[in-house]
């Protein structure tokens, strides 16, 4: 008889805004962000086995990515199994279409997807309450890839609350061949605000997303959700890939509403203003001999197939 398998996806997203406060004492920092879950989907299928394991396939260069007990996959199953008392197996086969340390949350998403799909094939039924518990534990970005739609993350930015957005917004998505690391991300900020302490702004002890960005969500006013696009982790991106500031400007220049290091980076994304101007920013980026797809959010999070 055939292995039983259970088919799960989950969105990578975006970081519509992202205000960074300063460095705690435990090394964090409280966020506040605004998260869009986008139409590019990491595919996972989970089939019955004696142990628990991982793969990747797909479009991404997946050569760098850990197979071992590290493994979010892994340890998302292996969170399942703990929490319900069992000892099961499950090869995870995961198609991979978000990029590796792209900032858009792939690994997140890959989490989320196991954590549905292993709760059904072994029949766990956890409930979502359990399952974004579990998620937090494994990463900040879990919980929203679980969630999906739009939502004000703060905190570590796993602490969620939905956002009502109507309608649709497209976005082009403009990716880099290398990633960026977070927590070096982190610590270029941290250091640029040192440095720059003169220069810039008051950092706030409590960060915030402005009023008016939810009004254009809910609105589903792309025009107006433009004036709010922002990424406090922008700066310090730019400074270890500068060639992103290149990328933001060309798209800038045409035809982009506003443009965007999606979180940590390095992924650029532009928000356009309907359909016909995403696919002729598409097209221009792609002349020009650049990796860029369009994208529309907000979409569902983490679902069994």
Same mark, same amino acid.
């Given at each position: 008889?055939?292995?039983?398998? *259970? ?8 970081? *519509?805004?992202? =205000? ?6 435990? @090394? ?36 760098? $990515? ?13 969170? +399942? ?10 090869? $995870? ?12 949350? /792939? ?31 494994? /990463?900040?970005? +879990? !919980? ?7 939502? $004000?993350? $703060?905190?570590? /930015? ?16 403009? %990716? ?6 977070? !927590?070096?991300?982190?610590? =270029? ?13 008051? +950092?706030?002890?409590? !960060? ?20 709010? *696009? ?24 045409? @035809? ?6 999606? @979180? ?21 980026? %792609?002349?020009? =001999? ?16």
């Amino acid at each position: 008889m055939a292995a039983r398998s *259970v088919t799960a996806t989950a969105p990578g997203k975006i970081n *519509v805004c992202m =205000r960074v406060g300063p460095l705690r004492e435990d @090394g964090y920092h409280d966020v506040a962000t605004i998260y869009q879950a986008v139409s590019l989907l990491e595919e996972i299928t989970a089939t019955e086995a004696d142990d628990i394991t991982v793969s990747f396939s797909g479009p991404i260069d997946t050569s760098g $990515i850990a197979l071992g007990e590290s493994n979010l996959v892994i340890r998302a199953a292996r969170a +399942v199994a703990a929490e319900a008392g069992i000892t099961a197996g499950a090869r $995870i086969e995961v198609v991979k279409n978000v990029p590796v340390a792209g900032g858009m949350g /792939g690994g997140s998403a890959d989490a989320a997807a196991t954590l549905v799909a292993v709760d059904a094939l072994w029949g766990t039924n956890l409930g979502s309450k359990t399952l974004h518990r579990l998620g937090a534990q494994l /990463g900040a970005d +879990v !919980p929203f890839a679980l969630h999906g739609g739009t939502a $004000i993350g $703060i905190g570590k /930015g796993d602490v969620l609350s939905p956002v009502l957005a109507t309608g649709h917004f497209e976005w082009v998505l403009v %990716t880099s061949d290398q990633g960026l690391s977070t !927590p070096e991300v982190y610590t =270029r900020l941290d250091r640029h605000r040192a440095e720059h302490s003169i220069d810039i702004e008051t +950092v706030p002890e409590d !960060p915030s997303v402005e009023t008016e960005l939810l009004h254009a969500l809910r609105a589903g006013d792309a025009v107006a959700l433009a004036e709010y *696009v922002r990424n406090d982790l922008q700066a310090a991106a730019l400074q270890l890939k500068p060639e992103l500031g290149d990328i933001l400007e060309f798209g800038e220049t045409h @035809g982009a509403l506003a443009g965007i290091v999606s @979180g940590s980076g390095p992924t650029v994304a532009f928000l356009a203003e309907d359909d016909t101007a995403a696919l002729a920013l598409v097209d221009a980026f %792609t002349a020009e =001999r650049r990796k860029a797809m369009r994208v529309m959010s907000p979409v569902h999070g983490a679902r069994v197939h």
